[in-house]
């Protein structure tokens, strides 16, 4: 059974995901060298996001970060002032290019990242989490949005009631990103 990790599995919470994007095109992009400057620049500071919420499957095969955003709210909190270490660049850009598609209207769910470790790839497991948490969206009569970084991933979301959400974007060299988004079936848009 799926459960929300608690924090003190927010370790395993990251490594279920940095062996998830190990091969990503989209993570190897941003972080060519060393896919553990993910966990130090992506997936720590999501799990420190006030509204973050993190899921887990038995055995630790898969895992998922949620953020629970009210309307207006930034998905990347407010621009930082600090210098940017020469790693977080190519995020920090592809952060400013994103945020204009997230929804400004209303609350909704945000899946900023969502993986299954490569061993067990192809089981249904990424199904079965998102399944999960668009059930508990649809409760609460909200939205998801996210972003597909890789055409597998999109259309596993495509399958699961998302939609294309304007034209794919590109920062510079990167691989393309699909942002998508799913209605709530309840209907009542909070």
Known sequence: MIHRATPAEYETVV??????????????WLFPHTIELATTFYFHPLLAHPDAEADLTPGNTAASIWLHLTRGQSAYGEPSTQPVPTAAHRLQALGQALA???????????????????????????????????????????????????????????????????????????????????????????
């Open 15 to 28: 490594n279920v995901l940095s062996d998830a994007f190990a091969t990503d095109p989209l993570t190897r």
């Open 100 to 190: 204009p598609r997230h929804p400004r209207d209303q609350a909704y769910i945000y899946l900023p990242c969502m993986g299954v470790t490569s061993a067990h790839r192809g089981g249904g497991l990424g199904s079965a989490m998102l399944r999960h948490r668009i059930a508990w969206a649809d409760s609460l009569g909200l939205g998801t949005y996210l972003e597909a970084s890789s055409p597998r991933s999109r259309a596993l979301y495509l399958r699961h009631g998302f939609h294309d959400h304007g034209e794919p974007i590109r920062v510079a060299d990167s691989p393309a990103i699909w942002p998508m988004w799913r209605p709530t079936t309840t209907g009542d848009h909070r």
